[in-house]
């Protein structure tokens, strides 16, 4: 997961809105979004390599999603998967505090990554890459491979686009598209993150296109304030061709 785009508590009538991106190399295995048979009240796409996942909701409401955190001068090569972090908030019903303690001592042996994750009432946010572990307040947040609101250009221009879509509620194609933004940012404006300018180039943009690598699905979550919740995918094939979509929609039980 590449952008991850997120509206808590900033409209009255939808309490968390989410418009996110997962880039990967089209070789790599992947579920699309569906229900779990091991976990059925799981929500989410899966990766079919290393068995975990990058986004996910339950039936609950309780919602966790990862980016990585790009520095290729520090890779542990035997590392555990990041994605396994995301399974366990999503099956486990375990308190976001207690997660995040769980995440304290544990966030050392992984590869660099950063984590969003809610039980519906509160919003947390951890990186193990020197930010500061912490719950969120109300407001549009943005992130990519970095930290937490880094003014990355497409970060920068999605919050601003996701700010003006929350005016479209309930219509999803306008998170969709602005999803769909396949501007490169100029060389001014790129990061060094340590990869060749040529992929600084490529992956500036909020929608990656290449025969190898890209946006290989789009996400849109929206949770009414009547507790109403809709998941949407879409999924894609190399150079951005359309594969799929997945519709799921359901109301969330009283607390």
């Not at 979550?221 to 150079?239: G, L, M």
Request: contains cysteine.
């Amino acid at each position: 997961m590449c952008l991850i785009l997120m509206a808590w508590h900033a409209h009255p009538a939808y309490p968390l809105v989410i418009a996110a991106n997962r880039d990967e190399f089209y070789a790599r295995p992947t579920a699309p979004a569906g229900f779990w048979p091991d976990a059925p009240h799981v929500l989410a796409g899966r990766d079919l390599q290393a068995g975990g996942t990058w986004l996910g909701l339950t039936r609950t409401g309780r919602f966790a999603a990862l980016t990585n955190y790009r520095d290729p001068e520090n890779i542990k090569a035997d590392a555990p998967s990041r994605g396994e972090l995301v399974s366990r908030f999503l099956v486990e019903d375990e308190s976001p505090d207690s997660f995040m303690t769980m995440l304290a001592a544990s966030a050392p042996g992984y590869n660099g990554f950063n984590l969003l994750f809610s039980d519906g009432d509160k919003l947390c946010y951890f990186s193990n890459c020197g930010d500061t572990p912490r719950r969120l307040g109300p407001g549009i947040y943005g992130l990519s491979n970095h930290l937490l609101d880094t003014p990355w250009p497409k970060v920068a221009r999605g919050k601003s686009a996701l700010a003006e879509a929350l005016r479209c509620l309930p219509n999803t194609e306008v998170m969709f598209a602005l999803l769909k933004d396949d501007t490169i940012a100029p060389d001014q404006e790129l990061p060094r993150t340590g990869v060749s300018l040529e992929w600084e180039r490529l992956l500036s943009a909020a929608f990656i296109r290449s025969e190898t690598y890209g946006t290989r699905s789009s996400t849109v979550i929206i949770v009414a304030a009547d507790r109403r919740i809709r998941f949407e995918e879409k999924t894609y094939i190399p150079q951005a061709g359309f594969a799929a979509a997945e519709h799921f929609a359901w109301r969330l039980p009283l607390p």
